[in-house]
């Protein structure tokens, strides 16, 4: 009866160590494909956010090579007479929504 009994013991303690390393392997390779993905997940977003900039760049340039050309030789008096052209633009809109809200009231 004594030999069954400590067979028994190591058959249970074998088969906890087996799964013990089985998990224990597990357990790394979860981890590390988690930090594989990580790293892959940080890369994507640090070359999307490389792109972004580059675009953003890019375009940045191409309004100000834009501008530049545009501009000419134009003095800052044009930048005031920009100005004043926006300031009529609002005043005419204000007075648009005005005779708007005029005909409908009247139109009720």
Known sequence: MNKPLLQAFFVGRAVAEVI??????????ALSDLGKFDAEVREQMHQFTQEVLERAERAAEAANAGETASRGG????????????IDELRAEIALLRNELQRYRSSSV
């Open 74 to 85: 134009h003095s800052s008096s044009d930048s005031v007479d920009l100005q004043a052209t």
């Open 20 to 29: 013990n390393e089985r998990l224990e392997v597990a357990i790394t390779d």
